[in-house]
């Protein structure tokens, strides 16, 4: 070992050896024979503890036993728990210490070792390298520097200008290993600690036995290529290394190598559940045996971005669990899919709360049973005792989203700070890759959210009519869309039917689709024809943006007429069923320009229909395949509908089976499909009255009539009560021309008051002694439902309710 001026003069013989995973010497160096006394072929083989000083430091008190060495230093300047727990496996750190050991070979004779301890990592047997030196060859012969203070540690071999001239001879240190694998071995030594003797006045001399490292200017160079290298996904070079090389970087690169490998492995997808797989296989087992993965629920819920920093009461849900182990073994005490706290005195808790890595190397018995006791109703012992754990943070912007447990055998060497700093990185690029998932999950979640909120819950049963629907979201990641179905229920027991579709996909799509519906429904409610609407709704789309675009396809349907009355805004055309013949067709409709377009009138068409017959309104993501023409998915929409069909709901069912599948659907696709029952003459009654209030009590005994006619004695009182409000208020607000009474009865019973007033009836609140305000109460109150709206010559106000025949 060379030194530094007040460093000892000369050059000191330094053993070195290396151990197996076994416990037994695999390399045993000349310097090893000199120090300790057997040949290589004695040496090599056997345990490692019957040749090497395995007591720990020397007593206080052995400088009276052995006066060649006086004043040396005390137990508790010892680094580490001693060469033994070193040469057991038991540790992941650098030790170091200065022992005892009765010489074996000529005299007897006790020898002062100084010794350095290095857990090593890799895909070799290697799981220990031991460097080792006489302390009584230190000195320079005088008394003074035999009492000297001598302690081996470590230091940064950056500290020394003589570490510039290590690994240099790194084939007569390790001769029996090829130039690759002692690189690894030497990397590793200088990412622990580069060894160092401390002398009692302060100085710090670093151990330069014949190998080392390249000169620095070489070094810097070597590095950033190397950086560059695994960055852009190169290979780094392997041909067998030379003095110019150098030798620290080599396990940077391949750390960085590893890194890269996983990078290339991981973010292949923006879903959240393929990404979190993807980690967990990316580590198991080429770095960890067992890894688990993770993530606050917020994460998985895709509710956006956690807020504040995790605590003893944030559920954490476990995403994903890949291991080495046999199967079965972790499914029953900590299986995938479950969501729970993590108590404060565990590594877990400390992980998570700190957002920097927990490194375990060996949890023993009584760790482990610590860890455990945190835990209820389960017993984890037996899945952590005797393995090595490192926990690391998966973060975003500095807020910790999960953390990944990860386990090794106690057959596999243990964690260390190398691992801690390669796991620190892994997460570190896994939580980015996370947290781009995690936002693009949490805005189509946003989307669908929002879509599914403005998609109607639609009655299956409508005055005349049986309505059936269908929505499939998009195929793909991004393709929530813009389709949409509704119905409304307008007066003189109509019904209108409509099916959209906003051109594009996302967020915004969605969101113009809820306008438009609801703007929809705000005009059918108005009673306006099918062109008009068309029209109020192509002017609204202008004046929310020039980029807005939808199709619509808009029908009401009247059951008492027969009769539909459609109108088309680029829309597919709707096909009917005809329930005479079970033939089907596409209903001949003037196509119209898109909602948005502007300065195109729009037509309306009137088409007779008879009871039983459907009609069948789709989007174009049902019949739209790439490449073909759409003529062909019409041709099959057709077909599809005039399969017979024991409902309407297996109707629909049908339909999708046929066309959901064709050429791959990426496209949302909503589906309404009606059938019209239609009302018999029977189930109509229409009177007209007068606008003088005698007329009420005359309305009230017809009501009776019919009632009683059709049997629906159940409701009568009801009926009459509601009757005799809406026509009182219709006589007292008509201007002039009569007013129109019609009952109806389809499922429910319908009661309808027409009037030439354009002022539609608000609820009023009624005083006391207010004489007016309390007939719309009635009204509302006893009603199943209620509603006004405006006709070409007046308004309309209806009321129903739920019917049951006497007897029954």
Same mark, same amino acid.
């Given at each position: 070992?060379?030194?530094?001026?007040?460093?000892?003069?000369?050059?000191?013989?330094?053993?070195?050896?290396?151990?197996?995973?076994?416990?037994?010497?695999?390399?045993?160096?000349?310097?090893?024979?000199?120090?300790?006394?057997?040949?290589?072929?004695?040496?090599?083989?056997?345990?490692?503890?019957?040749?090497?000083?395995?007591?720990?430091?020397?007593?206080?008190?052995?400088?009276?036993?052995?006066?060649?060495?006086?004043?040396?230093?005390?137990?508790?300047?010892?680094?580490?728990?001693?060469?033994?727990?070193?040469?057991?496996?038991?540790?992941?750190?650098?030790?170091?210490? @200065?022992?005892?050991?009765?010489?074996?070979?000529?005299?007897?004779?006790?020898?002062?070792?100084?010794?350095?301890?290095?857990?090593?990592?890799?895909?070799?047997?290697?799981?220990?390298?031991?460097?080792?030196?006489?302390?009584? @060859?230190?000195?320079?012969?005088?008394?003074?520097?035999?009492?000297?203070? +001598?302690?081996?540690?470590?230091?940064?071999?950056?500290?020394?200008?003589?570490?510039?001239?290590?690994?240099?001879?790194?084939?007569?240190?390790?001769?029996?290993?090829?130039?690759?694998?002692?690189?690894?071995?030497?990397?590793?030594?200088?990412?622990?600690?580069?060894?160092?003797?401390?002398?009692?006045?302060?100085?710090?001399?670093?151990?330069?036995?014949?190998?080392?490292?390249?000169?620095?200017?070489?070094?810097?160079?070597?590095?950033?290529?190397?950086?560059?290298?695994?960055?852009?996904?190169?290979?780094?070079?392997?041909?067998?290394?030379?003095?110019?090389?150098?030798?620290?970087?080599?396990?940077?690169?391949?750390?960085?190598?590893?890194?890269?490998?996983?990078?290339?492995?991981?973010?292949?997808?923006?879903?959240?559940?393929?990404?979190?797989?993807?980690?967990?296989?990316?580590?198991?087992?080429?770095?960890?045996?067992?890894?688990?993965?993770?993530?606050?629920?917020?994460?998985?819920?895709?509710?956006?971005?956690?807020?504040?920093?995790?605590?003893?009461?944030?559920?954490?849900?476990?995403?994903?669990?890949?291991?080495?182990?046999?199967?079965?073994?972790?499914?029953?005490?900590?299986?995938?899919?479950?969501?729970?706290?993590?108590?404060?005195?565990?590594?877990?808790?400390?992980?998570?709360?700190?957002?920097?890595?927990?490194?375990?190397?060996?949890?023993?018995?009584?760790?482990?049973?610590?860890?455990?006791?945190?835990?209820?109703?389960?017993? +984890?012992?037996?899945?952590?005792?005797?393995?090595?754990?490192?926990?690391?943070?998966?973060?975003?912007?500095?807020?910790?989203?999960?953390?990944?447990?990860?386990?090794?055998?106690?057959?596999?060497?243990?964690?260390?700070?190398?691992?801690?700093?390669?796991?620190?990185?892994?997460?570190?690029?896994?939580?980015?890759?996370?947290?781009?998932?995690?936002?693009?999950?949490?805005?189509?979640?946003?989307?669908?959210?929002?879509?599914?909120?403005?998609?109607?819950?639609?009655?299956?049963?409508?005055?005349?009519?049986?309505?059936?629907?269908?929505?499939?979201?998009?195929?793909?990641?991004?393709?929530?869309?813009?389709?949409?179905?509704?119905?409304?229920?307008?007066?003189?027991?109509?019904?209108?039917?409509?099916?959209?579709?906003?051109?594009?996909?996302?967020?915004?799509?969605?969101?113009?689709?809820?306008?438009?519906?609801?703007?929809?429904?705000?005009?059918?409610?108005?009673?306006?024809?099918?062109?008009?609407?068309?029209?109020?709704?192509?002017?609204?789309?202008?004046?929310?943006?020039?980029?807005?675009?939808?199709?619509?396809?808009?029908?009401?349907?009247?059951?008492?007429?027969?009769?539909?009355?459609?109108?088309?805004?680029?829309?597919?055309?709707?096909?009917?069923?005809?329930?005479?013949?079970?033939?089907?067709?596409?209903?001949?409709?003037?196509?119209?320009?898109? +909602?948005?377009?502007?300065?195109?009138?729009?037509?309306?068409?009137?088409?007779?229909?008879?009871?039983?017959?459907?009609?069948?309104?789709?989007?174009?993501?049902?019949?739209?395949?790439?490449?073909?023409?759409?003529?062909?998915?019409?041709?099959?929409?057709?077909?599809?509908?005039?399969?017979?069909?024991?409902?309407?709901?297996?109707?629909?069912?049908?339909?999708?089976?046929?066309?959901?599948?064709?050429?791959?659907?990426?496209?949302?696709?909503?589906?309404?499909?009606?059938?019209?029952?239609?009302?018999?003459?029977?189930?109509?009654?229409?009177?007209?009255?007068?606008?003088?209030?005698?007329?009420?009590?005359?309305?009230?005994?017809?009501?009776?009539?019919?009632?009683?006619?059709?049997?629906?004695?159940?409701?009568?009182?009801?009926?009459?009560?509601?009757?005799?409000?809406?026509?009182?208020?219709?006589? @007292?607000?008509?201007?002039?021309?009569?007013?129109?009474?019609?009952?109806?009865?389809?499922?429910?019973?319908?009661?309808?008051?027409?009037?030439?007033?354009?002022?539609?009836?608000?609820?009023?609140?009624?005083?006391?002694?207010?004489?007016?305000?309390?007939?719309?109460?009635?009204?509302?109150?006893?009603?199943?439902?209620?509603?006004?709206?405006?006709?070409?010559?007046?308004?309309?106000?209806?009321?129903?309710?739920?019917?049951?025949?006497?007897?029954?």
């Amino acid at each position: 070992m060379d030194g530094t001026d007040q460093a000892p003069q000369g050059r000191v013989p330094l053993a070195v050896v290396v151990v197996d995973q076994a416990g037994r010497v695999s390399h045993w160096s000349t310097g090893a024979r000199r120090l300790f006394g057997p040949a290589r072929q004695d040496a090599v083989g056997r345990a490692a503890t019957d040749l090497l000083p395995v007591s720990g430091a020397l007593p206080q008190d052995s400088a009276d036993d052995d006066p060649a060495t006086p004043g040396v230093y005390a137990g508790d300047d010892v680094l580490g728990r001693g060469l033994e727990e070193s040469l057991g496996g038991r540790t992941s750190y650098p030790a170091a210490g @200065r022992a005892r050991l009765d010489s074996g070979a000529g005299p007897p004779e006790r020898i002062d070792v100084l010794w350095w301890a290095y857990p090593l990592v890799g895909p070799g047997p290697e799981r220990l390298l031991v460097l080792a030196a006489d302390a009584r @060859r230190l000195g320079d012969g005088t008394q003074e520097a035999v009492h000297e203070r +001598i302690v081996p540690g470590f230091a940064l071999h950056t500290d020394f200008a003589a570490a510039d001239e290590l690994a240099r001879a790194l084939p007569e240190i390790l001769p029996s290993m090829s130039v690759r694998e002692g690189a690894r071995i030497v990397a590793q030594v200088l990412e622990l600690g580069y060894p160092v003797l401390e002398f009692s006045q302060h100085d710090r001399v670093p151990v330069t036995a014949d190998w080392g490292v390249a000169r620095r200017t070489e070094r810097k160079a070597q590095r950033a290529r190397a950086a560059r290298d695994a960055v852009a996904g190169v290979p780094a070079p392997r041909a067998p290394l030379d003095d110019a090389e150098d030798l620290e970087y080599v396990a940077v690169r391949e750390r960085l190598e590893f890194l890269n490998e996983v990078s290339g492995r991981i973010g292949s997808s923006l879903d959240l559940s393929r990404t979190i797989v993807e980690v967990s296989r990316a580590v198991v087992p080429r770095f960890t045996d067992v890894a688990g993965t993770y993530l606050r629920e917020q994460v998985v819920a895709g509710e956006g971005f956690p807020d504040g920093p995790p605590d003893a009461r944030t559920m954490w849900h476990r995403v994903a669990l890949e291991h080495t182990d046999e199967p079965g073994r972790w499914d029953d005490v900590v299986p995938v899919g479950e969501s729970m706290p993590f108590p404060v005195h565990t590594p877990f808790f400390q992980c998570m709360t700190s957002g920097e890595p927990v490194l375990v190397p060996y949890i023993s018995e009584e760790m482990g049973n610590g860890i455990a006791s945190q835990f209820e109703k389960r017993d +984890i012992r037996p899945l952590i005792t005797h393995r090595s754990m490192l926990v690391v943070p998966l973060k975003a912007r500095n807020v910790v989203l999960g953390f990944m447990i990860l386990l090794r055998h106690q057959e596999r060497p243990v964690f260390n700070d190398m691992d801690r700093a390669t796991g620190a990185e892994l997460a570190a690029r896994a939580g980015l890759v996370l947290d781009n998932a995690r936002m693009y999950t949490y805005q189509e979640s946003v989307a669908e959210t929002l879509q599914d909120s403005m998609l109607p819950h639609i009655e299956a049963h409508m005055p005349g009519c049986d309505i059936a629907t269908r929505y499939l979201p998009g195929t793909l990641l991004g393709r929530v869309g813009g389709d949409w179905f509704d119905s409304v229920k307008l007066p003189g027991a109509r019904t209108a039917l409509v099916v959209g579709d906003v051109m594009g996909h996302g967020l915004n799509s969605a969101a113009m689709m809820g306008q438009l519906r609801t703007a929809v429904q705000t005009m059918a409610a108005l009673d306006l024809p099918p062109s008009q609407l068309l029209r109020n709704l192509d002017d609204l789309a202008q004046r929310l943006g020039e980029h807005y675009l939808a199709t619509c396809l808009y029908a009401v349907y009247d059951p008492i007429a027969g009769e539909l009355h459609l109108a088309n805004a680029g829309h597919i055309p709707p096909v009917t069923v005809r329930a005479a013949d079970g033939r089907s067709e596409l209903l001949d409709l003037p196509t119209g320009a898109p +909602i948005g377009v502007g300065g195109v009138p729009f037509e309306s068409v009137r088409v007779p229909v008879a009871p039983g017959d459907r009609l069948v309104m789709c989007t174009d993501g049902l019949v739209e395949v790439r490449g073909e023409d759409i003529g062909v998915g019409l041709a099959a929409l057709c077909e599809s509908a005039a399969h017979p069909a024991a409902s309407m709901d297996d109707a629909c069912d049908t339909i999708i089976r046929s066309l959901g599948g064709r050429g791959g659907r990426k496209d949302d696709v909503a589906l309404l499909m009606v059938r019209m029952g239609g009302i018999e003459s029977a189930d109509v009654a229409q009177w007209e009255l007068g606008t003088e209030l005698s007329e009420v009590p005359r309305a009230r005994e017809l009501v009776r009539q019919q009632l009683a006619e059709w049997g629906l004695l159940s409701v009568e009182d009801t009926a009459v009560l509601l009757v005799d409000e809406l026509v009182t208020n219709a006589v @007292r607000h008509a201007s002039s021309g009569p007013v129109q009474l019609r009952l109806v009865r389809s499922g429910t019973l319908l009661c309808e008051v027409e009037d030439t007033a354009q002022a539609l009836p608000t609820l009023l609140s009624a005083g006391p002694g207010d004489e007016f305000g309390r007939g719309l109460r009635v009204v509302a109150r006893l009603a199943r439902e209620w509603g006004a709206s405006r006709t070409a010559t007046g308004k309309t106000v209806w009321c129903e309710l739920t019917t049951r025949r006497a007897g029954s």
